[in-house]
């Protein structure tokens, strides 16, 4: 039997006027262990709260996000081009600026969930902004004075800068949408199953083979059934239903608050980092160093100083930074700033976010092979013939359906199948770990570039390429879906893990971020190939697909992907996570003397 105080209006009042205290006969075994709170700020009871019955409303959520997110990034390049009388090389360096912004810009949502807001509430208000977005994109292609003139012949009328601010600024607020939105879903679904509980932290494992299957399932929608609407019916009805399903998405989302389980906010992760790395400095000139790590502060109450954070044992890995935990004769704990004296938890919080950089910087490489599934990928398709039957041509933009179509058949066949043959073998509760998923996904990126070298070759040796079946690319998508299959859900659950309780929507930035960065370097390495080789009249990527070389582009992606997967090899073996981390016995000593 136990007191519980609900919460109401943020604190213990509403409007300062009233608080209510009731009894509850909630079973201890049957409340969360995680720190997470129900609606009203109790302890989240399981058996009313999470679980399924709570990650369904957030799995609907990205489906619509990611279904309006695709059917403008396949069909945003032509948009530009036909509608705002953009050049091609333009419009698409513009789109793939705009994919590489959306997803940098996850960790300023990641800070913001962190700092101030909680997952929950910046999943609505950044989805509101989504929304908000795609409204004025709507609106600019509804509104004729948004948009230049038809083309008169060859005379193409530029936009003027007001038509081009409101386009854009529509793009700009996606993108912050999506930034806000992406590092957040995923770790606000997996709080919904409590990780010390066995039978939750094996449905937190489903959850994320399914929350990729949703987002698998958001991409296929957008670039067939939205791409399908933009060629039947027009602009309009292609940015206006995307832009339907992503306001009812978050009406959806708040449906299912009352059994959602909340995480509160932390303050800001990268505050704590600076603490650290400032007082562990401070120490060091003043001679202090470690000994003995009982002698490290740590406050004695229950929770540790960062809300809604549970403590963090001491690991031995970076001890440099434990002299940020150092009690000196200069040192009253109770009133000395974090700038000068920090506790174990906040170092270990550094630590474990210090710890993934090598994993993280291992795998960005493959984002690179990933961003050609929307560039040259596409490109290849429209020198092959694209037609399904003797009255159906598959659009360009519909072609990433074979990788798409990859990811909704592996995963149920992975959860219902491979998982419980490898468990057998392994005894792990996943099969395998998630670093030997991701692992998987860069071994089998080597023969997805490999495979895309040798089609290309064939096509270019064939010299009639549109009597070449566009059929004939399957194996390089069906081989690069099946990498990031691997990949991606190994990511998920690898930073939900490794990440603190402060830090797991800043985690999840930093993979997705990944996704921004290759498209970035993508760009600028076919920026040097083109230096390189000749430029766009005699090197290797011309104007021209039939007279570049696009195969050998493709053996350095492979190239590439093969170096980077012996980097990763050897970067996850040394790999020490938390919980294989160990305290080493030590004393304190300031500037020569025993504390």
Request: a positive charge.
């Amino acid at each position: 039997m136990r007191w519980i105080e609900i919460q109401l209006g943020g604190e213990s009042k509403l409007g300062g006027l009233f608080k209510r205290v009731f009894y509850s006969m909630t079973p201890p075994e049957n409340l969360v262990t995680n720190g997470s709170v129900d609606i009203y700020g109790r302890t989240a009871d399981k058996s009313t709260t999470g679980g399924w019955k709570a990650s369904k409303f957030i799995i609907v959520n990205e489906v619509a996000e990611r279904m309006a997110f695709y059917a403008i990034a396949v069909n945003m390049v032509a948009y530009l081009v036909r509608e705002m009388h953009q050049s091609l090389p333009d419009a698409a360096t513009h789109v793939n600026n705009w994919i590489g912004a959306a997803f940098m810009l996850t960790i300023l949502g990641a800070f913001l969930a962190n700092a101030y807001l909680g997952r929950y509430l910046n999943i609505v208000i950044f989805t509101l902004i989504y929304s908000l977005g795609m409204i004025m994109l709507t609106l600019s292609a509804a509104i004729d004075n948004l948009r230049p003139p038809p083309c008169a012949g060859k005379q193409c009328p530029q936009a003027t800068a007001k038509q081009t601010t409101f386009l854009y600024t529509s793009l700009a607020l996606i993108a912050l949408g999506t930034g806000g939105i992406k590092p957040c879903v995923s770790s606000f679904g997996a709080d919904q199953f409590d990780e010390a509980d066995e039978k939750e932290a094996q449905k937190k494992y489903s959850f994320f083979n399914w929350f990729f299957f949703a987002i698998n399932m958001g991409m296929l929608m957008g670039i067939t059934l939205m791409v399908y609407v933009e060629v039947k019916m027009g602009w309009v009805w292609g940015f206006g239903v995307p832009m339907v399903s992503t306001v009812t998405s978050v009406l959806v989302l708040v449906s299912g608050a009352p059994v959602y389980r909340y995480q509160k906010a932390t303050g800001s992760a990268l505050t704590r980092f600076v603490q650290v790395v400032v007082a562990a400095w401070r120490n060091h000139w003043k001679g202090v160093r470690v000994v003995r790590v009982e002698e490290l502060y740590e406050v004695k109450t229950r929770e540790s100083v960062i809300v809604g954070a549970r403590k963090l044992g001491h690991t031995s890995q970076y001890s440099f930074l434990d002299k940020a935990a150092v009690i000196t004769g200069l040192h009253d704990p109770q009133n000395t700033s974090n700038w000068r004296l920090c506790t174990v938890t906040q170092v270990e919080e550094l630590k474990s976010f210090i710890r993934v950089l090598p994993i993280w910087a291992s795998t960005i490489a493959l984002s690179i092979s990933f961003a050609q599934l929307s560039t040259f990928f596409i490109t290849q398709s429209t020198t092959m013939d694209r037609k399904l039957g003797n009255h159906f041509l598959i659009p360009p933009g519909s072609v990433t359906v074979f990788a798409a179509l990859n990811g909704l058949l592996l995963v149920p066949l992975y959860e219902s199948i491979v998982v419980p043959i490898l468990r057998g073998i392994t005894g792990h509760r996943r099969g395998i770990t998630s670093l030997q998923r991701i692992g998987v996904g860069l071994f089998i990126s080597i023969f997805a570039m490999a495979s895309a070298a040798i089609i290309e070759s064939k096509r270019q040796h064939n010299h009639n390429s549109l009597e070449m079946t566009v059929f004939w690319l399957l194996p390089q998508f069906f081989l690069m879906g099946s990498a990031e299959v691997f990949t991606y859900v190994g990511q998920l659950e690898f930073f939900y893990d490794e990440a603190t309780d402060g830090t797991r929507s800043l985690s999840s930035a930093m993979f997705l971020s990944e996704i921004g960065i290759g498209s970035w370097l993508s760009t600028a390495l076919v920026k040097i190939i083109e230096k390189v080789t000749g430029g766009v009249e005699k090197g290797w990527l011309r104007n021209s697909l039939n007279e570049s070389r696009l195969d050998k582009f493709y053996c350095v992606l492979c190239a590439i992907n093969a170096v980077n997967f012996v980097g990763y090899v050897f970067v996850a073996m040394v790999y020490r996570g938390r919980d294989e981390s160990h305290a080493n016995d030590a004393k304190v000593v300031d500037g020569g003397s025993v504390v």
